[in-house]
């Protein structure tokens, strides 16, 4: 078995899901393929999400008009029976009922949360219906009835397992089948999400509980890049990379991948394949436990950095100060991302800041506090990358940009550093210059 992925924008119109289909008919395996909303689908929702929390009647339905006619005028194009059309339409009317229902009631988190995942459900049934018609034999899942993720960081995959094995058993023997990506069930049963871009995590979960053989994520690009292609110029593909450093790459800003997408499958020692759905011949990255090399591989960004620089004579040779301060951010499951320390000052980061304000008061009790907001983490992956000869040169960059902290050694395939965001894509195209390019020169 294999899981295959396809992203919003793969699935974003009706000449991609064409290509979408062709993919899928030209590999004979049995697999499992997970869908993403529609490009654009699940930003709609979310604005969906706030006009509901503001009682505003005419956004409301003016969203759910839109949606509902743009996965119509899909099916239209499509569909080539009239019958089917019409049979198809009334099954999206019949789902925008049940979206138009959940606006009604008062808004709670849930609510909104049920309301962002029918994305998800009108695409996969309109692509389910659409293989049908041309002949393409496929069963249609549905992933609020074996998605138990009960803890998002850490899915229980034998629920998972258990819940989708009875499932597969139970229905129609098919070599393809259809789900949504991105919805769950959480703790309590309620229909929850794996956070924005989670459909990859969804084909990972996926991956694991059906032991697949490898998973493949389809996006509208080769792979993952060297450097981020939407700033810096000449950037290429990387053709392996271990799951370690897939890993930080996506925790550390690289857009292809949601940040938890590998952990599900590195026990299993389960491949994940980047691919290009407009260009299925490209190989594309493979994410696997296999060093092919070591040393230099990437540079990500991340933005939205806050960094809080916390000073105080009474850490002076004291001991305990550190887990005062990361009592402090534990409590309000506040993640730290980089730290540098003096003697009586210690400068942390965090992207979280829904609870700043709490953070910042309690540790003002005890020290001094100052904040800065808008800033990104550069980060330099590859693995044994800190014995890589050429990585020096990273340093270089305290010549020209205001550098704010440096990890270095935190493990060995990551060098960090902060900038403010503004100087952000001249730190890349600066280090992709003195890391990839002149170098690259140099040995040829
Ligand atoms: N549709 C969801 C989103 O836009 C999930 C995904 O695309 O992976 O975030
Ligand atoms: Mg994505």
Known sequence: MKVLKFGGTSVGSVENLHK?????????????????????????LVKLQEFIKLKEEEAITKNLHK????????IDALIDDQAKRVELKEGISSIITKITELSNKSYTESIGAEIVTYGET????????????IG????????????????????????????????????????????????????????????????????????????????????????????????????NPIAHLTYNEAAELAYFGAKILHPQTVSPV??????????????????GTVISSKIHSKGLKAISAKDNITVIKIKSNRMLMAHGYLR???????????????????EIAISLTIDDTTFIDEILKEIEGFAEVTVEYKHS????????????????????????????????????????ILVETKDKIETLKFLNEKLFLSHQEAAV
């Open 377 to 416: 983490i550069i980060c330099v992956v590859g693995e044994s990358v800190i014995n890589d000869k050429n990585s020096h040169r990273l340093f270089e960059i305290l010549n020209y940009i205001p550098v704010r902290m440096i990890s270095y050694g935190g493990s060995n395939n990551n060098i960090s």
């Open 67 to 74: 949606l509902e006619s743009k996965h119509n005028d899909v």
């Open 20 to 44: 979408v289909k062709d993919i899928l008919i030209n590999d004979q395996d049995k697999k499992i393929v997970v869908c993403s909303a529609m490009s654009g689908v699940t930003d709609q």
């Open 136 to 235: 393409v034999g496929n069963t249609l899942l549905n992933a609020k009835e074996f998605m138990y993720v009960d803890n998002v960081d850490n899915p229980n995959i034998s629920k998972v397992s258990a819940r989708l094995g009875e499932i597969i058993k139970s229905s129609n023997d098919s070599n393809i089948y259809i789900t949504q990506g991105f919805v769950c069930k959480d703790h309590l049963q309620a229909i929850s999400t794996l956070k924005r871009g989670g459909s990859d995590y969804t084909a990972t979960i996926i991956g694991a509980a059906v032991e697949a053989n490898e998973v493949q994520i389809w996006t509208d690009i080769d792979g993952l890049h060297n450097n981020d292609p939407r700033y810096v110029d000449g950037t």
């Open 122 to 133: 009108l695409l996969t049934y309109v692509f389910s219906n659409f293989l049908t018609s």
């Open 266 to 283: 590195v026990h299993k020692n389960i491949p994940v394949l980047l691919k290009n759905t407009f260009d299925p011949e490209a190989s």
């Open 324 to 342: 005062k301060i990361f009592e402090v951010f534990d409590n309000y499951k506040t993640s730290i991302d980089m730290i540098t320390t003096s």
